[in-house]
Nanobody, 115 residues
């Protein structure tokens, strides 16, 4: 069974930085795509950033960002079936549970931006 485990959430002041990490275990193959989504209570889960072509060793992975994430967040491949999300210039509107996705969902990690 594939399991995705996130880490790195927490409390950060406005303007601060935070890095989330996600690693998938139990997969016998290299995932083609992984990404990050976020959700606040009462709202739909929304895309933050995705990375595709992860398993293509001939090409660099392709990235896609939500408008709010462009220029502030960076998704990166950390290894086989592992990605991270470096977040900067955080504001209270970024407070949410952040979920890792890779054909399956992680359990989520809380990010709170507050002074």
């Amino acid at each position: 069974q594939v399991q995705l485990v996130e880490s790195g959430g927490g409390l950060v002041p406005p303007g601060g930085n935070l890095k989330l990490s996600c690693s998938a275990s139990g997969s016998g193959f290299d995932m083609w795509a992984m990404g990050w989504y976020r959700q606040v209570p009462g709202k739909q889960r929304e895309l933050v950033a995705t990375m595709t072509d992860l398993s293509n060793r001939a090409n660099r992975p392709k990235t896609n960002y939500a408008t709010f994430a462009e220029g502030r967040f960076t998704i990166a491949k950390d290894g086989r079936n592992s990605v991270s999300l470096q977040m900067g210039s955080l504001n209270p509107g970024d407070t949410a549970v952040y979920y890792c996705w890779g054909s399956y969902w992680g359990q989520g990690t809380q990010v709170t931006v507050s002074s």
